[in-house]
Nanobody, 123 residues
Framework: QVQLVESGGGLVQAGGSLRLSCAASRSIFSFSDVGWYRQAPGQQRDLVATFTSGGSTNYAYSVKGRFTISRDSAKDTVYLEMNSLKPEDTAVYYC?????????????????WGQGTQVTVSS
């Protein structure tokens, strides 16, 4: 079982910054994907930023240039640096990790989620 523990959320004014942390219970390089999603009230959970198994990064268009995902393998921790925050960034932010295994011709993927951390940006 994989445990993901987020921290760093809070209340910030528009234009401010926050850094989220996600501590994993195993090596972050064991994940095929790891990163951040967010869910605003009444909306679906959407990708914010992730690392793929190849080491590349994916960002939602709305956060490009403002958010940066990074990782510390020594701490098995993934970070999300959020700058120039806007009220529309208000959401619960979830850490996400996936483990993909192959057995013969079949690929299995297991998804894991943290408990979420609230980010509120006031105008």
């Amino acid at each position: 079982q994989v445990q993901l523990v987020e921290s760093g959320g809070g209340l910030v004014q528009a234009g401010g910054s926050l850094r989220l942390s996600c501590a994993a219970s195993r090596s972050i390089f064991s994940f095929s994907d790891v990163g951040w999603y967010r869910q605003a009230p009444g909306q679906q959970r959407d990708l914010v930023a992730t690392f793929t198994s190849g080491g590349s990064t994916n960002y939602a268009y709305s956060v490009k240039g403002r958010f940066t995902i990074s990782r510390d393998s020594a701490k098995d921790t993934v970070y999300l640096e959020m700058n120039s925050l806007k009220p529309e960034d208000t959401a619960v932010y979830y850490c996400y990790a996936a483990i993909t295994t192959n057995k013969g011709w079949t690929r299995y993927k297991s998804d894991y989620w943290g408990q979420g951390t609230q980010v509120t940006v006031s105008s």
